[in-house]
């Protein structure tokens, strides 16, 4: 069966489907639609499901996962990114905030649709398991780092607004500063983790697999690089006992790094972690 | 239907005129029998709080006479030297119940979107059905009041957002910390507002309390009544270290804590946020404090601007609340024009069947006996095409659009068109007498 058409039809749905999602989530913030609120989200859950059948459907129409280039693994993420604020959302009933994180998948999901190209020329090493554990860790680290800087962001914006006594609309649609820090600590220490994991995995993998492999590679040095900062962030809160503020601007100056990382380093810089 | 109200609100009286007024959960128990026999109420209901004392009342005859109820609630309360009629306003019909409907909705009230009236209305019509006053409009009433006051509360934001300053600081608490339970707050100083907020506090739940006062036995008697500990008043800077939130409240002509002090303490708690609400006039915290990091300080005029635009922003809900009104008015006239229409249909049927089966009996003798079932069956018809048109247009009416005007001017063109009456008699009697 030729699922390509299918596969071209949700290429496109998909970003739509996101455009509209963020436009409902940013009305019902920044507007007064209750109408809209009540669709927010049902409509989330029919975007994020569409997502997981694109995914689906993309694997088995071109014989592999899609993380074989950096715009599949750019679907990839804003699946996970989706998939991580929904179940957010559900647990906490708070969807003040998906307008802010769902808008940073619709980015991502809109690069990919735009720039993704089908490959058929998957070489051996794209089947390996072990580089499923190393890919699913790296998408896991980026997901959960991309929400800790969304709830930073969130948190500066709050903090700037209560500390200038403006009281807008930040003031009455976000939750408090301390729910924000916490859910952006929880992101940023699992998404320590994970890359942690991913760059182990890769370390003891990636020398063996590629003849080639070079421990200056640009993506593992940036990555390293990003590891090197939430690891320092983590520190100076653990230690110094750095709060607040101080905390929430260097998780977003790392995240500046992993957004540099996916994509100056991804595009520009070849190394044998590029797979084209 | 014949619906009147009658009230002195804080729109048309001063308190001392309104406390006159004021009736009791008794004395509104003993009062409405009392307006229903003397007064020829069907129905009535009597809302009673601070700010409003209102009658509403479904007539038992044609008229009522809202002079004589208005000296009938002055005559009660023996009001007579310091209340008058004038104190009062009237609305009857659509009118009164429109009003009912904004006092549920909190719009009438002195602070827009006051969320206990609905309550309070509950309240007045559970004793008029204690008091056996209540009927079948006065029950739907109730049905579509409180359907009101829920859907405004549900769909709008007019109950939204402090309109107290020590309201607005609780506000402002929870917008910085999670979850209040787990926190601590030092009460400087035992001030009015100052006790209010921790008393808004507790009521939130706070972990702990500690209260500081130069008079040490004034800060031991607000401990006894709401919980927590007393500290003495030189150990405030110390405290700081152990409390998220602290409200200040004391008058001193110098501040009582200084920026230096609080940088030192943020140190010391590991720059955990502190939360400082400065209500004491001259202010007690010198505000360069409010500019270290993680240090949230605020004094009156901050909180004040909270309470301005929340009220502001109850007032822009108004529209969406008339919207409501609307929507329950007309639901209620619909229901109304059902009351209405239903037994008007049947008793213009019964009316023209009356006429129809007693012509047929004086002039059955004029037909050969064969011919008689023929001459039933004719008439009928001529009966059912005859109602067949209004019957339609009054149903159509309250089906489609339910505005009540029009159908209910239709129902009384129709009763007195065709001399239909309100126990449904009139039509057979008039029939009774032609030729």
């Known amino acids: ?158 903090y700037h607004e209560i500390k200038s006594s403006r009281f807008g609309l930040i003031y009455n649609r976000l939750p408090n500063l301390e729910m924000l ?61 750095w709060q607040g503020r101080k905390t929430m601007i260097i998780t977003l100056v790392a995240f500046c790094f992993v957004f540099l990382s996916m994509t100056v380093i991804n595009l520009s810089l070849s190394g044998f972690h590029s797979f084209h | 239907m014949n619906l009147h109200s009658i009230g002195i609100s804080h729109h048309t009286a001063a308190l001392e005129v309104r406390e006159r007024m004021w009736l009791s959960d008794d004395e509104i128990k003993a009062t409405l029998p009392r307006l229903k026999e003397q007064q020829h109420l069907a129905e009535c209901v009597l809302v009673s709080t601070c700010n409003r004392t209102e009658l509403y ?34 609305a009857h019909a659509g009118g009164a119940i429109a009003h009912l409907f904004r006092v549920a909705a909190g719009v009438e009230s002195m602070v827009i979107g006051d969320v206990q009236i609905l309550g309070q209305i509950k309240e007045g019509f559970n004793l008029a059905k204690e008091s056996g006053t209540m009927g079948p409009v006065m029950n739907r009433l109730m049905q579509s009041t409180l359907h009101v006051g829920k859907r405004v509360r549900t769909e709008t934001s007019i109950c939204e957002g402090a ?27 035992a001030g009015e507002t100052g006790e209010l907020t921790l008393r808004h ?14 008079t040490r036995e004034r800060a031991e008697a607000l401990v006894a009544a709401m919980g927590g ?85 109850r007032r822009g809900e108004i529209p969406k609340v008339t919207r409501i009104i609307r929507e329950e008015l007309i639901s209620f006239f619909r229901w109304q024009n059902a009351l209405e229409v239903g037994p008007t249909i049947q008793e213009f049927r019964e009316s023209l069947e009356a006429i129809r089966s007693q012509e047929v009996m004086r002039n059955v003798n004029r037909f050969k006996p064969e011919d008689r079932e023929l001459l039933e069956l004719v008439t009928r018809r001529i ?22 005007a029009e159908v209910l001017n239709r129902v009384k063109a129709l009763r007195e068109l065709f001399g239909i009456s309100r126990n449904g008699e009139g039509g057979h009697e008039k029939g009774g007498h032609e030729d």
């Not at chain 1, 995995?201 to 697999?209: A, E, F, M, Q, T």
């Not at chain 2, 506090?201 to 130069?214: D, S």
């Open chain 2, 163 to 189: 309109v107290s300053v020590s309201y607005a600081a609780v506000e402002l608490a929870s917008k910085i910390y999670a979850d209040l339970a787990k926190k601590s707050v030092l009460l400087i100083g």
């Open chain 2, 57 to 90: 009342g479904v007539a038992g005859g044609d008229a009522v006479d809202e002079a004589a109820l208005k000296r009938f609630l002055i005559d009660a309360k023996g009001a007579n030297s310091s209340v008058s009629a004038d104190h009062f306003v009237a």
């Open chain 2, 383 to 404: 009966v059912n095409k005859i109602l067949h048109g209004p019957t339609t247009v009054l149903k159509q009416g309250t089906e489609s659009h339910g505005y009540s």
């Open chain 1, 1 to 158: 069966m030729n699922l390509q058409p299918v596969v071209l039809f949700l290429l496109i749905l998909v970003p739509v489907m996101y455009a509209g999602l963020t436009t409902v989530y940013g009305l019902s913030f920044f507007g007064d639609y209750p109408r809209l609120a009540r669709i927010k989200t049902p409509a989330l859950l029919v975007t994020v499901t569409l997502h997981c059948v694109y995914l689906i459907v993309r694997t088995f129409a071109f014989d592999h996962p899609p993380i074989t280039s950096v715009f599949e693994i750019m679907t990839v993420l804003a699946a996970s990114i989706a998939i991580g604020y929904t179940y957010i959302e559900l647990r906490t009933r708070a969807s003040a905030t998906g307008f802010f994180i769902l808008f940073l998948a619709f980015a991502f999901q809109t690069a990919s649709s735009v720039f993704i190209r089908p490959r058929f020329d998957i070489p051996e090493y794209l089947h390996s398991i072990v580089l499923g554990f190393h890919v699913s860790a790296a998408l896991l680290g980026y997901t959960a780092i991309s929400l800790s800087a969304a709830y930073g962001f969130l948190y500066l914006m709050l």
């Open chain 2, 229 to 313: 500990t007393v500290i003495d008043y030189e150990e405030i800077v110390d405290a700081l270290r152990s409390v998220d939130i602290v409200v200040t409240s004391v008058t001193s002509p110098s501040y009582i804590v200084q920026p230096e002090e609080v940088q030192k303490v943020m140190r010391q708690r590991s720059n955990n946020p502190l939360f400082i609400i400065d209500i004491g006039l001259p202010r007690n915290v010198n505000p360069a404090a409010g500019r270290i990091e993680n240090v949230f300080l605020y004094d009156i005029d901050a909180l004040s601007t909270i309470v301005d635009r929340n009220l502001d922003r």
């Open chain 2, 201 to 214: 506090l507790v009521g939130r739940g706070i972990g702990q309390v500690k209260v500081a006062n130069r």
């Open chain 1, 181 to 241: 820090e916490t859910m952006s600590h929880k992101a940023e220490v699992f998404g320590f983790v994970a890359l942690g994991v991913a760059i182990v995995i890769g370390v003891i993998w990636l020398p063996r697999v590629f003849h080639d492999f070079s421990y200056w590679d640009p993506k593992l040095v940036g990555t390293l690089v990003i590891w090197c900062l939430y690891a320092l962030a983590l520190g100076a809160k653990k230690r110094l006992g």
